[in-house]
């Protein structure tokens, strides 16, 4: 059973920074990308930034210059480093990662179960 477990979210002034952390744990063969999604109430779930497992990234145009995401293989760890924080940024983040349970067949999704991230003064 693959588990994602996130941590890092909380309660930050305008300007200020977090930094997000989710870690895959279970039995699997390897990760594929891994994302950080952000949803807001009645709201889709938007997709803020990636992560190859040959660490290639993308980003959001609301993010760029500001947040940082990367990933440590050996941990099974991403992170998202959140700098210069605004009232809007304000969501529950949610990992994902595309994991392969093998060789072959086809890779398959996993959420974690979301971290609160509130920018408000």
């Known amino acids: 059973q693959v588990q994602l477990a996130e941590s890092g979210g909380g309660l930050v002034q305008p300007g200020g920074s977090l930094r997000l952390s989710c870690a895959a744990s279970g039995r699997f063969f390897s990760i594929n990308s891994m994302r950080w999604y952000r949803q807001t109430p009645g709201q889709e779930r938007d997709l803020v930034a990636d992560?190859?497992?040959?660490?290639?990234?993308d980003y959001a145009q609301s993010v760029k210059g500001r947040f940082t995401i990367s990933r440590d293989n050996a941990k099974n760890t991403v992170y998202l480093q959140m700098n210069s924080l605004k009232p809007e940024d304000t969501a529950v983040y949610y990992c994902?990662?595309?994991?392969?349970?093998?060789?072959?067949?086809?890779?398959?999704?996993?959420w974690g179960q979301g971290t609160q991230v509130i920018v408000s003064s």
């Open positions: 992560i190859t497992s040959g660490g290639s990234t």
């Open positions: 994902y990662a595309s994991i392969r349970h093998g060789l072959i067949g086809a890779p398959y999704d996993y």
